[in-house]
């Protein structure tokens, strides 16, 4: 009679193993999509992860200390909360998509949020530990819950940005893991049916299922309908990528293209934006033939710079394959780069730029940087002296570099923090700014060498720049007038810091 009833308790306690491995990769993704979309919401990456995880992890010790108010039926409790976080957790990149345009503060609904789902994860595994205690002698029994416990963050770190977020998106893979969590609950009331009452509580478990199915199927539709809240504007596209989110709207003829919500170029004014960033520099230049573009993963700064025949090769380096791919094979997209990423002069590469400047051999006439702003610590290293001093390595003498700096207008101290930088790398450096309706006044600095040069041509045909309005590019009023700004290093990281105190009473 013993044999059988052995089996059974070896049988649960296995189970019980494989239940500590699944609610530990879950309870990280759902930190991890936490984390995610406030960076990618908020912007300042190390910020929200840091602060998102801090909050996550002081709800786990709240959890863990109030399990010892758990008296009586822990599996029953254990079953009950499984059910809990796979309706919260499952639901919660769904719900902070839709909160983002509707609720005037999201981070009090984002914290709110990863303080419950972290509270009830920090109850989990002191249950498990109760339940599994009359199964295992106290040094195994640690040892392997622990063992477990460290696989599973471990997979979910793995799957998360290599799978999970580039194939499934935030919003499927809440709801996948959410599934996987109620059916830990479900495996558990299917193995104790003969020991103890519980239809009610698989009741409950097949509604929190079938509310988590039905989120994975419409789960396309709301990610659409939360954008479109968000942009206003009808979304045509969007893709979650390893790198960024990418989303296209469009409304009449006005196409715009968002990475992480922060709008890149709008199809109307984007010209005024590139023929300033392109042509300052290569006006400069006797002889461009060889020209670096160091981000533009639109292709829009490689049509201005196909316009000057005197180009014979155009180096593009963009992180993102995505980026390229899709401004090269979406017929309006690539109608509006000119098919520049198809011209046999260009050639691109998917690099992270910071690596590829320091292994590039070769030099270049004229360097063009068209990066994001630095909303956080990742792309401010593309904007550090360190970084600066590897791309004048690659600057042949007499080249000439221009670099976006947003605006000097709303961030004044951020934009000439960039002129400071390449000075402190040894160029010389030279501020201009023009005005684009879709950002307002915005700004570009000059580097090089020596001295730089005066304007030698200006091709004919521009639609914005004329040999005297871009004279006066180089004007600042008071207002953006330059002013003492720090070097952006690599561990200060001054510029990041300068750029959210600025834009944040803009960006709310």
Known sequence: M???AEKSDASLALILLLSVLIVATCGLIYEL???TLASYLLGDSVTQFSTVIGTYLFAMGIGSWLSRYVTGDAMGVFVRVEMLIALIGGWSAAGLFILFPLVADFRFALYTLVLVIGLMVGLEIPLLIRILQRRFAFHELVSNVLTVDYVGALVASVLFPLVLVPQLGMIRTGFVF????VSVAI???IILRKARRTAP???AALLVMASLIAGLIFAERMQRWSEVAFYQEPVIYARSTPYQRIVLTRRNDDLRLYLNGNLQFSSRDEYRYHEALVWPTLGRVAQPAQVLVLGGGDGLAAREILKDKRVERV??????PEMTHLFRETPQLAALNGQAFTSPRVSVHNADAFRWVRQAQGRYDA??????DPTEFSLGKLYTENFYREVARLLAPGGVMAVQSTSPLIAPRSYWTVATTLEAAGLTARGYHAYVPSFGEWGFTMAAHGPIPPLATLPAGLRFLTPESEAL???FPPDMARRATPVNRLDNQALVRSFSEEWAPYEG
Request: aromatic share 6%; no cysteine.
């Open 2 to 4: 013993t044999e059988p």
């Open 33 to 35: 999509l936490a984390g």
């Open 178 to 181: 959410g599934l996987a969590n």
């Open 187 to 189: 495996a558990l009331l």
């Open 201 to 203: 509580d698989m009741a």
């Open 315 to 320: 180096t593009l380096v963009d992180l993102d």
């Open 367 to 372: 360097i063009l940087i068209d990066f994001p």
């Open 473 to 475: 590019m180089f004007d």
